[in-house]
């Protein structure tokens, strides 16, 4: 029992199950995806800096949690949403905050670059603008949007390929514009994800008067902006799949390995399944991961028992409901043969 109300206080503090796969998973799923891309002579292996770098940015997620909900304490009380601070004193929020933004800070110089170091203040400087007065970008319309698909997403994935490349300037052409389809398509994802999250939230908003996208701009521009949104998020998803087989032909498998994982999951659950945001926002945040480690483990450019491991700790979920799709389909199969079998077995000794 008090192993599980740890569990649950340290869910509450941090709220993992709101980042661990959708942002931190698809943040190793953009770190392999690099390493495999430029690393095209050798396998993908992983170093006490990769360590560090997803270290950095869990600390960079923590900030921002706080921050946030440090400036939105009084709002959610009379919203009764559930706040960090009220797990933890909200007296210890500013000794938190500088702490996490000094060992951020410290660890981009320490183990990166300058280079690393600017994106990493730029981030923690959009984590204060988008939620503290008299900024609070959070409640100014389309500026929360801009600032959000850039800080929770696409910031990240330039610090993943900054610390991953030091020497980006002298990589291909072809690979560069991979990374820019893929930056804006991050992008284009995290600010749909934002309106879906905002539309989901406007009773909230309205009785704690949170002038919201929604609210200033209105529940049908809102949704006009975001199938908008979906329209350039599938465009760009398309861009950098073709300039990734551009660059590796064999990675075309991954393609077959996400649509197979695809099918699965959906006989499993046609409901849930019947939109395509779902069936996206599943893709990117589950099935690419598993999808690509299995495809880079066959074509022998990461050790297979490293991808399991990575699978395993993110997206364990989708090896499972594969293997309980297979589990049954073979039990079907058995139970059809038996039957077969029983029945003409039974005619033959009726007739004998």
Not at 113 to 136: A, D, E
Not at 185 to 199: A, D, K, P, T, V
Not at 277 to 305: H, K, Q, R, W
């Amino acid at each position: 029992m008090r192993t599980k109300l740890l569990i649950t206080n340290i869910n509450r503090l941090l709220k993992i199950d709101k980042w661990w796969v959708y942002k931190i998973g698809s943040g190793v799923f953009t770190l392999v995806l690099l390493k495999a891309i430029y690393s095209s002579d050798s396998t993908v292996t992983f170093n006490f800096s990769d360590l560090t770098l997803f270290s950095m940015l869990i600390l960079l997620a923590v900030y921002g949690h706080f921050m946030n909900d440090y400036s939105d304490f009084e709002i959610d009380k009379i919203a009764g949403k559930s706040n960090i601070f009220n797990t933890i004193p909200k007296r210890i929020a500013p000794i938190v905050i500088v702490i996490i933004g000094i060992s951020v800070i410290s660890i981009s110089l320490w183990y990166f670059s300058i280079h690393v170091l600017l994106f990493v203040g730029l981030q923690l400087l959009c984590s204060i603008l988008y939620s503290i007065p008299p900024f609070r970008f959070k409640e100014r319309g389309l500026l929360a949007l801009g600032l959000t698909g850039f800080y929770e997403r696409s910031n990240p994935y330039i610090i993943i390929f900054l610390c991953t490349l030091p020497n980006w300037y002298q990589i291909e052409l072809n690979k560069l514009v991979f990374v820019l389809f893929y930056l804006i398509w991050s992008y284009l994802w995290e600010c749909r994800n934002f309106l879906n999250g905002q539309l989901k939230d406007v009773e909230y908003d309205e009785q704690s008067d949170v002038k919201s996208i929604v609210i200033r701009i209105g529940k049908s521009q809102t949704i006009y902006v975001k199938k908008l949104l979906l329209i350039l998020e599938l465009l760009l998803l398309t861009c950098w799949l073709v300039s990734l087989i551009i660059i590796e032909v064999n990675f075309a498998y991954f393609l077959l390995v996400v649509l197979i994982f695809q099918l699965i999951q959906v006989n499993g659950s046609r409901t849930r399944y019947r939109k395509i945001e779902i069936v996206l926002d599943n893709c990117y945040s589950n099935i690419f991961m598993a999808g690509f480690l299995i495809t880079i483990s066959i074509l022998g450019i990461i050790d297979p028992y490293i991808a399991a491991g990575i699978i395993f700790f993110f997206q364990y979920r989708v090896i499972a409901d594969a293997i309980d799709f297979i589990y049954n389909r073979f039990r079907h199969v058995l139970i059809f043969f038996w039957k077969l079998w029983h029945g003409e077995f039974k005619k033959k000794n009726q007739k004998n």
